[in-house]
Each structure stands twice: as C-alpha cells, then as structure tokens.
C-alpha cells in the first residue's frame, strides 16, 4: 500500500467497503453521488487518499485551481479518496474518486490492502447505466456477485459476462484472488436524459447498498431531490414530441412487466453488471432478458477501446 497516505487510524469492527468511481460507468453521477451522499449524511471521516501521480492521466482528468480567501491559489488534484464512519448496521469505509486511467493492477493491489488492513466484511461497488427505462417509473436495479454464498445471502444474481471490463471488473477479480467477499450494485438512468445528474438512481443505490449493510438509509433530502428530478425531465419531455412517445412506450412497457429488474443488465465488469445498452428511441419491441443481456455485452465491447 505505498501509495496510500493514511490520515487517521479508526478502530473499526470488519467494515464493509463501499466504492464507487466517475466516469463511463456512472451514468448520470448516480454512483459517485450515492457515495457522497453517504459520506455527508454519515459523517464520515478522512481515513485515506490514494495518490493519484501513479494511476492518472492529468491531461483527461485535470486538476482544478482554487483561490484560498487571501487569493493566493493552490491546485487540486483528482484525488480517489476513502472515509470511515460507524453506522447502526456496523462499520463502514467509503471510496470515492476518478477511474484510473493507468496502472490499473497495481491501483486495485491498494484498495485490496486498505479492505484487507480492516478486515472488511464485503466489498461493494457501485455503478449506473444508460438504458432504455422511462424516468417516471421505479429505478431498474440489480446485483451480481460471483461467490454463491454471498449471492444467496444477498437476493443477488451471478455475473456471467465475458468480454472487455473496467476497473470494477478489475477490482472484483483481485479481490476474488484475495479471498475477499465482493459484489456490485447497477441502475439504470434514462437514456433520453443522459445529461441530467439522476438522484432518482443515487436514491435506489443507496437504499438497497443500505439494506445490504443492515441499516436504516438515510433517504431523506435524496428522496425530495428525486421528486425534483422527475418533475424537471417530465417537463423536458413534455417539449419533444418524439420523446412524448417513446417515454410513453417504455412506461406501457415497464407497467405490463416488459421490463424487469434484470433486463437491462449481464454482468458488466465481471461482478459489475454494467452497462448500458443506449437501445434508442427506434426500440419497438418487447426484449426478454436474454436479448438485454446480450445488449450490454454489446456495449461493454463497444467500450472495449476505451478501457485501458
């Protein structure tokens, strides 16, 4: 772990880890703002950074410059960061920052270290996609995991995906050779409002990685966030009579049971069910889950190029 710096060193009793990276597998800041959220709402304290020197490429995923009060300036850097906090359902450590872009094995070799130090319960980790869902209906969710007993101990699914993955898919696999318990959460955002942040997704993410941990989630001020968001992208939708249609047909489609929970996913990176198969507005017919499935292979290859 020679590129973690610690900033405290907490007691704490085999947490579970929470991790969620920005980028292309965090579709409408859902997953990065799930585990902020959880940092805030909990909490939680600085435990660690890990430098970013090894495993960044600064020209994509630059540092930003900010004024001190006596306007003197100092740079930020993209910085992945962890933060402890105790919570009525146990102990827990939260990861939060930018998918490396370089040095992928030895970055995980550091998160599996920071897990293993504290002994931690699970790993978890947390994405969202793109996909073909209306925005006015209950958040498409799932989760896979690779070990039977954490599978069954959670309601999850198996991950079967082959093919190109992210870091997630790198993560799980070193904390398979580990020996370390770990599983992924997806959901879906609306393909039609990609660029709009989705609360509404954060909410289904935090509520069900809070039912994992065994503790209540504090749901609040995302729930009243969701409520805003649902408004804002009815009322876009409202003004494209193209998109009046197509989220009409995806709401007729979601409310007969055409689409369900595990449609829109195969596994992503290895554990992570990722991805989102950007289908389109010209989707006209009723997909069973084997066809969705083979929509996010389709995809995850698709990205193949970017996943270096």
Known sequence: MEHVRW??????????????????????DAASNSVRHLVEAWQAQPLAEIDPEEFTDFATVRPHVRLNPDRSRHIVWPTVGLWSASTPGGDVILMLGPEPALRWRLFTEQLVGVAQRFDAS??????????DVPHSRPVQL??????????????????????????????????????????????????YASQVPSPKAALALVERACEILGTPGPVARLQQEADDYDTRVTAFVADDTDLIGYVARLESMSDDGSLDDDEFFDDDDDDDDVVGGELGPDVDAELDSDELMAEVERFLRDQGSDDT
């Open 7 to 28: 900033l405290a060193e907490p007691t704490l009793r085999r947490p579970m880890l929470i991790a969620a990276f920005t980028g292309w597998n965090d579709a409408g």
């Open 122 to 131: 699970l790993v978890l980790t947390l994405g969202a996609l793109l996909a």
């Open 142 to 191: 799932i989760g896979t995991a690779t070990d039977q007993d954490i599978i069954d101990r959670f309601d999850l699914q198996r991950s079967r995906y082959e093919g190109p993955t992210g870091i997630v898919g790198v993560l799980h696999d070193a904390c398979a050779r580990a020996d370390l318990a770990s599983a992924s959460l997806w959901a879906a955002v609306p393909a």
